[in-house]
């Protein structure tokens, strides 16, 4: 039963601007902008980013990384459109929990310890920050396993819970210098919360379901669909955050000339490597990039195989013929992308379209676990 009559809206909203967000990021990320603000969550002491001459000489006085307007607008933009998200996520929270006893006092309470914390970062009060957002995280978590499932309350506070770990680790990505591990995982936060959101769309929105006598046999296969594409979608980030993208040229099947060229496999899928260093424009040699790129590359096609797979069983199950199709296409075009980037050498346009290509596989997965069930 949805919460609101204007609940599925609400939700609709915060579905594609979660998308547009993820899709944006990959923007930021791709034209180097990550680091392009150099504080969180202002961009140069400002709430908005150094525009004029003076401004700029001031940020350029007080910061050792100079300003380059043109990559601190795209990262305050993003920040500033991921706070709206952030908000809408609330109101959904808010409806959903409001008929629940202490969940308003659960999730306001939990976001305004969030928001104290906020200012008490910028302070360099780092303990006593960090704290507050592990307790609002637990209060968050406590309430959503009490709470009543079907009613939406469960799945909009894990969303709450979900988007201030994200919150966390845009911050993260900042301090920390661009970290491999971090931005992986910041990629993987944003497509969680599409999931989560389209999910939440599909299901409070009127008439949405497709009743199935065959329900309980195909929704198992779309969820290991969504395992395999979350899995390839991390190699792409671990790939992106490394910066090996490019590691075999613009060769493509071979690498470098050849079909396994020289691979560092072991330094290349090092999580974590300390705190400190700057990751901008990447630390690992060749042959380490070179791995990470073959690792992608050979686990494109485990994709490729069970989707087909799927869609060719979807397109023999009666009234799920479009739905075959949408992820054969999507598919093709996503395979396309990919071989493109390397060909070309990864420009901007076909890359950011490539992350809206593993956007795109995700949300039809999702959309179908939303909408299928049993007859």
Same mark, same amino acid.
């Given at each position: 039963?949805?919460?609101?009559?204007?609940?599925?809206?609400?939700?609709?909203?915060?579905?594609?601007?979660?998308?547009?967000?993820?899709?944006?990021?990959?923007?930021?990320?791709?034209?180097?902008?990550?680091?392009?603000?150099?504080?969180?969550?202002?961009?140069?002491?400002?709430?908005?980013?150094?525009?004029?001459?003076?401004?700029?000489?001031?940020?350029?006085?007080?910061?050792?990384?100079?300003?380059?307007?043109?990559?601190?607008?795209?990262?305050?933009?993003?920040?500033?459109?991921?706070?709206?998200?952030?908000?809408?996520?609330? #109101?959904?929270?808010?409806?959903?929990?409001?008929?629940?006893?202490?969940?308003?006092?659960?999730?306001?309470?939990?976001?305004?310890?969030?928001?104290?914390?906020?200012?008490?970062?910028?302070?360099?009060?780092?303990?006593?920050?960090?704290?507050?957002?592990?307790?609002?995280?637990?209060?968050?978590?406590?309430?959503? %396993?009490?709470?009543?499932? #079907?009613?939406?309350?469960?799945?909009?506070?894990?969303?709450?819970?979900?988007?201030?770990?994200?919150?966390?680790?845009?911050?993260?990505?900042?301090?920390?210098?661009?970290?491999?591990?971090?931005?992986?995982?910041?990629?993987?936060?944003?497509?969680?919360?599409?999931?989560?959101?389209?999910?939440?769309?599909?299901?409070?929105?009127?008439?949405?379901?497709?009743?199935?006598?065959?329900?309980?046999?195909?929704?198992?296969?779309?969820? %290991?669909?969504? #395992?395999?594409?979350?899995?390839?979608?991390?190699?792409?980030?671990?790939?992106?955050?490394?910066?090996?993208?490019?590691?075999?040229?613009?060769?493509?099947?071979?690498?470098?000339?050849?079909?396994?060229?020289?691979?560092?496999?072991?330094?290349?899928?090092?999580?974590?490597?300390?705190?400190?260093?700057?990751?901008?424009?990447?630390?690992?040699?060749?042959?380490?990039?070179?791995?990470?790129? @073959?690792?992608?590359?050979?686990?494109?096609?485990?994709?490729?195989?069970?989707?087909?797979?799927?869609?060719?069983?979807?397109?023999?199950?009666?009234?799920?013929?479009?739905?075959?199709?949408?992820?054969?296409?999507?598919?093709?075009?996503?395979?396309?992308?990919?071989? #493109?980037?390397?060909? @070309?050498?990864?420009?901007?346009?076909?890359?950011?379209?490539?992350?809206?290509?593993?956007?795109?596989?995700?949300?039809?997965?999702?959309?179908?676990?939303?909408?299928?069930?049993?007859?």
């Amino acid at each position: 039963m949805s919460p609101h009559r204007h609940f599925h809206r609400l939700a609709w909203a915060a579905a594609i601007l979660a998308i547009c967000v993820s899709i944006f990021g990959a923007h930021v990320r791709l034209t180097d902008a990550g680091l392009g603000c150099p504080d969180w969550p202002t961009c140069y002491g400002k709430a908005t980013w150094p525009a004029a001459e003076a401004t700029i000489a001031a940020a350029n006085e007080r910061f050792d990384r100079p300003v380059e307007v043109g990559k601190a607008w795209r990262e305050q933009v993003h920040r500033h459109v991921a706070a709206i998200l952030g908000l809408m996520v609330l #109101g959904l929270a808010v409806l959903a929990a409001r008929r629940h006893r202490n969940g308003l006092l659960t999730v306001l309470g939990a976001s305004a310890l969030v928001a104290l914390a906020i200012p008490l970062y910028m302070a360099s009060w780092y303990v006593t920050s960090s704290v507050l957002v592990a307790v609002a995280q637990l209060w968050l978590i406590a309430f959503a %396993v009490r709470a009543r499932d #079907g009613d939406f309350t469960r799945i909009t506070t894990v969303a709450l819970a979900v988007i201030i770990i994200q919150a966390m680790l845009g911050m993260w990505t900042v301090t920390w210098l661009l970290k491999p591990i971090v931005v992986m995982a910041h990629l993987m936060g944003g497509l969680t919360m599409v999931s989560i959101l389209s999910f939440i769309a599909w299901r409070a929105t009127p008439s949405a379901a497709l009743p199935r006598p065959d329900a309980s046999l195909l929704r198992p296969w779309l969820w %290991v669909g969504v #395992g395999i594409v979350g899995v390839q979608i991390a190699l792409g980030g671990w790939t992106s955050a490394n910066y090996a993208a490019l590691s075999c040229g613009t060769d493509f099947p071979t690498c470098l000339g050849q079909w396994w060229p020289e691979s560092d496999f072991r330094e290349g899928f090092i999580l974590w490597r300390g705190i400190g260093v700057d990751y901008e424009g990447g630390l690992l040699d060749g042959p380490a990039r070179v791995a990470i790129q @073959m690792v992608h590359r050979l686990f494109a096609i485990v994709v490729a195989v069970y989707l087909f797979w799927l869609s060719w069983r979807m397109w023999r199950m009666p009234g799920m013929g479009a739905w075959a199709v949408a992820l054969a296409v999507t598919l093709v075009l996503q395979w396309l992308l990919g071989i #493109g980037n390397v060909v @070309m050498g990864l420009p901007l346009w076909m890359a950011t379209l490539h992350t809206a290509g593993a956007i795109a596989l995700l949300f039809i997965l999702i959309s179908l676990i939303a909408r299928v069930r049993s007859a």
